[in-house]
């Protein structure tokens, strides 16, 4: 949500910028339904303080933030609970998970950089190598992407354990791109790794929260900004959020590679149904039959 995604900047805001940014994060509402003058009276700013302040987090000025304010705050209102409680039913649980992760979906289709998704295509197809690196929670993620993007054409791999993707990462050269996964951007081993990997002379795309050091080090940063507390159902959101930039990249990548790389991939769908056809007609044998 554009809230969280201001919390997790305030330090990186300039002392003018930080007080219109309280303001906003003090009363969302008021911020969408008054003009700029207001909130510059509010914040105790000049206008072109508040302008400086929306492009200071990702937008053209004024405008552009107030209509992605009111954009999420239409998704999730502030107060709006949907954590699960110990009394909760089942019928309770339904709603309140799908209506998480429905608000998760929505809010990053609204606020996904589509120029830091078309920077990091560029990057994946001119690619010798991609490898993705992700622990815990985001090595699920890693390995998912894996998954998705080994049919590209492009070697790819998925490290989940730090001392492997540490001395990957001093291996890879120039040409090579890491895809770091992280939904806090601030594990010291991940952060080696890439370190190591820029080091190296390749290209590190971060899908981590904005302003965090993950996101320093990315040649391409495409920010994945969500709230973060006590709950630890959290990052089943978090998690369905990468998972969704993840087929975004994979599908753009393919379409990216042409027509003939297409044809291709259909070639590998029938071959795999060719084979499971084979084996349900196996299945469907007499067992004396199959010896």
């Not at 993620?141 to 080994?150: E, I, L, S």
Request: glycine share 4%; hydrophobic share 45%.
């Amino acid at each position: 949500m554009l809230l969280d995604s201001i919390r997790t900047q305030l330090d990186s805001l300039s002392k003018s910028e930080k007080k219109v940014a309280l303001a906003v994060l003090e009363n969302p509402e008021l911020t969408i339904s008054e003009n700029i003058t207001s909130l510059a009276k509010n914040a105790q700013v000049s206008e072109p303080t508040v302008v400086r302040f929306c492009r200071a987090i990702g937008y053209d000025g004024w405008h552009e933030f107030k209509l992605k304010l009111a954009q999420g705050l239409a998704v999730a209102p502030p107060g709006t609970d949907e954590s699960p409680l110990q009394d909760d039913l089942a019928i309770d649980l339904v709603s309140k998970i799908c209506s998480r992760s429905i608000n998760t979906l929505l809010d990053l289709r609204n606020n996904l950089d589509p120029d830091a998704i078309q920077r990091t295509l560029d990057l994946l197809a001119r690619a010798n190598k991609i490898e993705f690196y992700g622990q815990g929670t985001s090595g699920i993620v890693a390995t998912d992407a894996q998954h998705k993007f080994f049919r590209s054409g492009i070697p790819t791999v998925a490290y989940t354990d730090p001392h492997i993707h540490s001395i990957s990462a001093a291996l890879l050269q120039k040409g090579d791109v890491v895809v770091a996964i992280s939904q806090r951007g601030s594990s010291p081993l991940l952060l080696r790794s890439v370190q190591l990997a820029r080091r190296a002379g390749a290209d590190v795309v971060a899908l981590t929260p904005s302003g965090t050091p993950l996101a320093e080090l990315a040649t391409v940063l495409v920010p994945i900004d969500l709230r973060f507390d006590a709950d630890p159902y959290t990052p089943i959101s978090a998690r369905l959020a990468h998972l969704v930039v993840i087929d975004i990249l994979a599908v753009g990548l393919a379409l990216k590679r042409g027509p003939e790389f297409r044809r291709k991939m259909q070639s590998a769908q029938k071959a795999l149904q060719k084979l499971d056809m084979q084996f349900d007609s196996f299945l469907q044998m007499p067992q004396n039959a199959r010896r």
